[in-house]
């Protein structure tokens, strides 16, 4: 007798009926998508926390002048894209620099700043 599901996806499909095989595929098509979603959110938790170990290296002063994509801003502040530039437009948070036509990046000087006022 099986004990997990995946246990009965391993078993042979000739002694299980359609319905069955049917129901399985889409639990493993749920699973998958969760697990995706896990792996997503575990690595910007660690893209965040990379940015972080990046300022307590000895080279501070070069930290301070990095520039920070809209990705690595929305993990670092947790807000998401329409949050950050609703926060913009209410002078509520740093505006971006524009780097090119389309491009721009944010401060990480002004981010850290922004999120010291937040926390107190």
Do not use: H
């Given at each position: 007798m099986p004990l997990n599901m995946l246990d009965r996806l391993c078993l042979d499909s000739?002694?299980?009926?359609?319905?069955?095989?049917?129901?399985?595929?889409?639990?493993?098509?749920?699973?998958i998508r969760?697990?995706?979603?896990?792996?997503g959110r575990l690595s910007r938790t660690?893209?965040?926390?990379r940015i972080y170990e990046d300022m307590d290296s000895t080279n501070a002063v070069p930290?301070?002048?990095r520039l920070l994509?809209?990705?690595?801003?929305?993990?670092?502040?947790?807000l998401r894209r329409s949050a950050i530039y609703k926060y913009i437009s209410?002078?509520?948070f740093p505006a971006p620099v524009k780097i090119g036509i389309r491009g721009v990046r944010?401060?990480?000087?002004?981010?850290?700043?922004?999120?010291?006022?937040?926390?107190r």
């Amino acid at each position: 007798m099986p004990l997990n599901m995946l246990d009965r996806l391993c078993l042979d499909s000739g002694t299980r009926t359609i319905g069955e095989l049917m129901q399985e595929r889409e639990w493993a098509v749920w699973e998958i998508r969760r697990l995706r979603i896990d792996v997503g959110r575990l690595s910007r938790t660690a893209q965040a926390g990379r940015i972080y170990e990046d300022m307590d290296s000895t080279n501070a002063v070069p930290q301070a002048q990095r520039l920070l994509r809209l990705a690595e801003v929305s993990t670092m502040v947790g807000l998401r894209r329409s949050a950050i530039y609703k926060y913009i437009s209410e002078g509520r948070f740093p505006a971006p620099v524009k780097i090119g036509i389309r491009g721009v990046r944010w401060k990480l000087s002004e981010v850290l700043a922004w999120q010291a006022t937040i926390s107190r």
